[in-house]
């Protein structure tokens, strides 16, 4: 993993950020979904308020992926947590130590931050991934289903009706 680094994003990489969110969602075969743009990134991830945070993860000085993340909450342990929304490394950089780097350094952030628990979604279908993840000692949660209200759906809801 020589070679690697992984440091905390700042202001001056939202285009980056914004740049490496559109090649996950295409490898992800979601482009079609992606409406972020830069000021969005910057107002919520620098802004009054910080809704997430974001880790680079450079290989010779090179941008080579991203881990973005934010704090939810256990009930059950009564201690926070944190979310894992994106884990990318680009295609050249794949093997080079990138993602674990990424990984261990938000465990590292649980930890100090007196986290009970780290965790993330993976799409079904993303074998390496999962056997990636797995390998790490990370266990899938097959008992539970998402759910989602995005769009009308959670407008409607949010009217009381």
Not at 22 to 27: F, V
Request: one cysteine or more.
């Amino acid at each position: 993993m020589s070679g690697t680094r992984v440091r905390e994003a700042s202001e001056a990489d939202v285009p980056l950020i914004l740049s490496l969110i559109r090649e996950l969602a295409e490898y992800e075969k979601l482009s079609r979904e992606v409406v972020a743009t830069e000021e969005g990134l910057r107002e919520n991830l620098f802004g009054g308020r910080r809704y997430a945070e974001v880790l680079i993860g450079e290989h010779d000085g090179v941008p080579a992926g991203f881990a973005l993340f934010f704090h939810n909450f256990s009930t059950f342990l009564g201690k926070p947590g944190i979310y894992l929304e994106d884990l990318y490394v680009r295609p050249e950089f794949r093997g080079a130590g990138i993602g674990k780097r990424l990984l261990v350094q938000l465990a590292r952030l649980a930890r100090e931050r007196g986290c009970g628990r780290l965790e993330w979604w993976v799409l079904d279908w993303n074998a390496p991934s999962i056997g990636f993840y797995e390998k790490l000692g990370a266990v899938a949660m097959d008992d539970w289903t998402v759910y989602r209200l995005t769009g009308a759906a959670l407008d409607e809801l949010a009217t009381g009706t």
